[in-house]
């Protein structure tokens, strides 16, 4: 009579998922996470209500945040966690219109703490 044996067996499948399902989650809780980006210059308009900001970001599709209070303006751009490489030797554009005209109140970073340097466009545009 042949005796069938099994290979042994351990209880770590038991206790710790497999570990596609521990790359699955660790993709998904970095995915989700929104690093800052740096917003490099600032443009107010003749108008004093319509601003450009350009960011150090290359093609990231930025997510970018304005509130304004009455001395100040406070900005913040972010974008997706990426394992890319590509670095940031590029940059994005955004413009938003102030709810206020920006007259002299100053405006910062969030992302670096920085006070922006604001240009102001030409009188002829």
């Given at each position: 009579m042949q005796q069938l044996t099994s290979a042994p067996t351990t209880d770590w499948g038991?206790?710790?998922p497999p570990p596609i399902v521990l790359a699955v989650l660790l993709a998904v809780v970095?995915?989700?996470?929104?690093?800052?980006?740096?917003?490099?210059d600032a443009k107010i308009a003749n108008d004093d209500v319509t601003m450009t900001f350009n960011l150090a970001s290359c093609n990231?599709?930025?997510?970018?945040?304005?509130?304004?209070?009455?001395a100040q303006v406070l900005v913040q751009a972010t974008?997706?966690?990426t394992f890319s490489t590509s670095g940031d030797?590029?940059?994005?554009?955004?413009?938003?219109?102030?709810?206020?005209?920006?007259?002299?109140?100053?405006?910062?970073?969030l992302t670096t703490g920085a006070e922006l340097n604001v240009h102001r466009s030409s009188p002829d545009g």
């Amino acid at each position: 009579m042949q005796q069938l044996t099994s290979a042994p067996t351990t209880d770590w499948g038991r206790r710790c998922p497999p570990p596609i399902v521990l790359a699955v989650l660790l993709a998904v809780v970095l995915g989700a996470c929104s690093v800052g980006i740096k917003v490099t210059d600032a443009k107010i308009a003749n108008d004093d209500v319509t601003m450009t900001f350009n960011l150090a970001s290359c093609n990231a599709d930025p997510t970018f945040t304005i509130e304004e209070a009455p001395a100040q303006v406070l900005v913040q751009a972010t974008r997706k966690r990426t394992f890319s490489t590509s670095g940031d030797a590029c940059s994005d554009s955004v413009t938003v219109m102030l709810l206020d005209p920006l007259g002299d109140r100053l405006v910062l970073d969030l992302t670096t703490g920085a006070e922006l340097n604001v240009h102001r466009s030409s009188p002829d545009g």
